[in-house]
Structures are given as structure tokens and as C-alpha cells.
């Protein structure tokens, strides 16, 4: 099984700062990585999918990077709006898709 | 409008069986891969199984055997059987459509197993 890792897992930041989330695959995964959005209650939002393409209407501030085993989420410009939980997934096999453990952004 | 409305949530007693459903709206769930997500009570996010266009099934380990994904072509609806129930698939089920990544869930349907 291939296992993610996020970190940090709480991140503490304020609107305007440039944040970054990191994840890490246990193996090779190419750019088969998303980024999603949960915030408490709510289903996630798909951000990014293979590794750096914005899914349509999110907005340009997000974007990701990396392929291999590294990748980044960045957030340029914080907004009061971002102020939630991320996750990574890999989907390299549909068959055995795997999540992060999650990072929470929270008001400094 | 593309949308999907899960049902079938409730309380189950371990060992107790359910059946959930997604309805699929705006677009055909038999030309997607579909798939189910959990979340357990302040936890992460749990992919449980997914179903291929072409109908090949594939399963969590920690759900192998107990569930079966499915889907009714006529009603445009994707369905979770969960067989067996433990105390630890208590959570939120979601459905999603698998194109690029999951970019259409549902609200979500809450399971509870406690006696």
C-alpha cells in the first residue's frame, strides 16, 4: 500500500501570509496527487489534481507542485476563506487510493 | 447541474447490514468511476471502494468482504452494501465521481454502529 504523509499536521497562520503543506508518498506516484479542502461539516472540495492543475473555479491563490514523492501545497495570499482542513490523495492506482492525514490551517 | 445526494444512513446494531444509495444527477454514473469515501467521528478521510465505468470493483482492506459496491444504470444510482458492521465503521459515507481526481461529492449519509 502506498502510505501519504502531510505535514505539519496544524498549521497556524495568518490572512495575507504565503503558506505551504507538504506531502509525502511512500513510493513513486508520478503526478497522480490531489489537494482538497474540507471545512467542518461540509463534503471536501477538490483544489488540485495531478500534482499542479487547478480544478476550474478555485481560485488562482492555490496551487500545487512536485511529482515523485514530494509534493507542495502553496496558498499565496492567505483569505479569511482558507481557514480549513487539507488533504492530499494519491490516485497512481484508482484501485487503492490513499489519503493524507490531513492538515489543519487555523487563525493565528 | 452535476450532483450527487447520498441516503441510507441511520443506527445499526454491530454485526447489522445497510444499504446506501447516491443518486447521480447531470451527468451518468455508468461512464464514471465511482467511488465511496468515510470519515469517522474527527477523523481523516477513508477511501472504501470504487467501481470502474467498465464494472471492475475494488475494496479497502479494512472493508474487504463485509461490502459491496454496485450500481443501477437505469436509475442512475451507485450503492454501498455494508454487511457485517463493526463499532469502527461508524462514520460519514460519502460518494464521488473519479474523473481527474474526485470532483463531485455528495453531503454525505452518517452511519452509526452502537448497540
Known amino acids: 500500500d502506498i502510505q501519504m504523509t502531510q505535514s505539519p499536521s496544524t498549521l497556524s497562520a495568518s490572512v495575507g501570509d504565503r503558506v505551504t503543506i507538504t506531502c509525502r508518498a511512500s513510493q513513486s506516484i508520478s503526478s497522480w496527487l490531489a489537494w482538497y479542502q474540507q471545512k467542518p461539516g461540509k463534503a471536501p472540495k477538490l483544489l488540485i489534481y495531478?500534482?499542479?492543475s487547478l480544478e476550474s473555479g478555485v481560485p488562482s491563490r492555490f496551487s500545487g507542485s512536485g511529482s515523485g514523492t514530494e509534493f507542495t501545497l502553496t496558498i499565496s495570499s492567505l483569505q479569511p476563506d482558507d481557514f480549513a482542513t487539507y488533504y492530499c490523495q494519491q490516485y497512481n492506482s484508482y484501485s487503492e487510493i490513499t489519503f493524507g492525514q490531513g492538515t489543519r490551517l487555523e487563525i493565528k | 447541474e452535476v450532483q450527487l445526494v447520498e441516503s441510507g444512513g441511520g443506527l445499526v446494531q454491530p454485526g447489522g447490514s445497510l444499504r446506501l444509495s447516491c443518486a447521480a444527477s447531470?451527468?451518468?454514473?455508468?461512464?464514471?468511476?465511482m467511488s465511496w469515501v468515510r470519515q469517522a467521528p474527527g477523523k481523516g478521510l477513508e477511501w472504501v471502494s470504487v467501481?470502474?465505468?467498465?464494472?471492475?470493483?475494488y475494496y479497502a482492506d479494512s472493508v474487504k468482504g463485509r461490502f459491496t459496491i454496485s450500481r443501477d444504470n437505469s436509475k442512475n444510482t451507485l450503492y454501498l452494501q455494508m454487511n457485517s458492521l463493526r463499532a469502527e465503521d461508524t462514520a460519514v459515507y460519502y460518494c464521488?465521481?473519479?474523473?481527474?481526481?474526485?470532483?463531485?461529492w455528495g453531503k454525505g449519509t452518517t452511519v452509526t454502529v452502537s448497540s
Open positions: 467501481i470502474y465505468s467498465g464494472g471492475s470493483t
Open positions: 495531478k500534482a499542479s
Open positions: 464521488a465521481r473519479v474523473s481527474a481526481a474526485m470532483d463531485v
Open positions: 447531470g451527468f451518468t454514473v455508468s461512464s464514471n468511476y
